[in-house]
């Protein structure tokens, strides 16, 4: 969802809208290897100026209670990408998953992008990454009550997007009581005012047996917690 240090033209107003009243912006970096989080936070202040967040700060910085801190103070939360199962560890092991759940359903703008999304939804299914780290279950964040499948290929892509598709539907032979939010490159699903829309690029919902992609700007009922 971003070009260099800004995002993509075509998520820019949606990332602005989502979180473009936030002062202070808590950025959850743990996906992204510890040796990258200084480069990750500061390409990810300047994507943020560019919407109209003054201040953004990674919980790297601090320690465990300050980062709790951070969580509970700050008006606005972004999630990285990564590796999905260190982030979920991390968040478990800190106890901040608890905590974001929580601000996210009381209005604090939250989002995040590839393991970031990953872990806005129910539980981590469909992840495209190798387990690199354990996790104490496969629950996550459930914000969205869907398991979410993040950089899925565009059908232009033919070979691609079927075997997407294929192993998607394959997992839901063994879980058919999921659903699979499947997300494109720079493709944004946003749930705001008691409803769920496509906000940017292309996106598609799989149930057992059955799948289709979402129409832009049309709410998405299955989306609401």
Known sequence: MMRGARFAPSVEEVMRAHFGAVRRLAL??????????DAMEARLQVAFREVGVSAAESLHRRDAEGARA??????G??????????????LQRTGQLALIRERALAGVPCGGSSAGANVSGRRIGTTNDFPVAD??????????????NPHHPAPTNDADFR????????????????RVLALG????????????????????????GRDRELVAGEPVPELIP
């Open 70 to 75: 951070l969580l509970r103070e700050a008006d």
């Open 28 to 37: 959850v970096l743990h996906a992204t290897h510890p040796e990258e989080r």
């Open 185 to 208: 490159d720079a493709a944004v699903v946003r749930l705001h005012g008691g409803t769920a829309r496509l906000a940017a690029g292309q996106a598609w919902l799989y149930e057992a």
């Open 163 to 178: 075997v997407r598709a294929g192993k998607i539907r394959g997992y839901l032979r063994f879980n058919p009581g999921e």
């Open 135 to 148: 996790v104490a279950s496969r629950e996550a964040l459930g914000l969205l009550p869907v398991t979410i």
């Open 77 to 90: 939360i972004f999630i990285g990408g990564g590796e999905t199962f260190v982030l979920l560890g991390e």
